[in-house]
């Protein structure tokens, strides 16, 4: 199977910095775009950042300019870099990734796999 394990999460003020890291484990042949998205409390999960394969990055406007996505294609591992954080940051960060699977038959088809999701807290 496969595994997303995130981390470096943890309680910052506003205006400080955190880097999460999520690696990807388990039987993988190929990770297409990977991801990270929050879902603060009492709201709906939201887009963070994404990053193809070949290294083409996408943000929402809330974060352009203060948060970076980057990977690591030999190690499975997608990063995200958070500078100038504010208290509405605040949530639960998952991380995402397109992942085909190798299987004893052949490769599987894309599935979508989530990491358990890792605090972020930015309180002063």
């Known amino acids: 199977q496969v595994q997303l394990v995130e981390s470096g999460g943890g309680l910052v003020q506003p205006g400080g910095s955190l880097r999460l890291s999520c690696a990807a484990s388990?039987?993988?042949?190929?990770?297409?775009?990977m991801g990270w998205y929050r879902q603060a409390p009492g709201k709906q999960r939201e887009l963070v950042a994404t990053i193809t394969s070949g290294g083409t990055t996408n943000y929402p406007d809330s974060v352009k300019g203060r948060f970076t996505i980057s990977r690591d294609n030999a190690k499975n591992t997608v990063y995200l870099q958070m500078n100038s954080l504010k208290p509405e940051d605040t949530a639960v960060y998952y991380c995402n990734a397109l992942i085909r699977r190798t299987t004893g038959w052949g490769v599987s088809g894309e599935s979508a796999y989530w990491g358990q999701g890792t605090q972020v807290t930015v309180s002063s």
């Open positions: 388990g039987n993988i042949f190929s990770i297409n775009t």
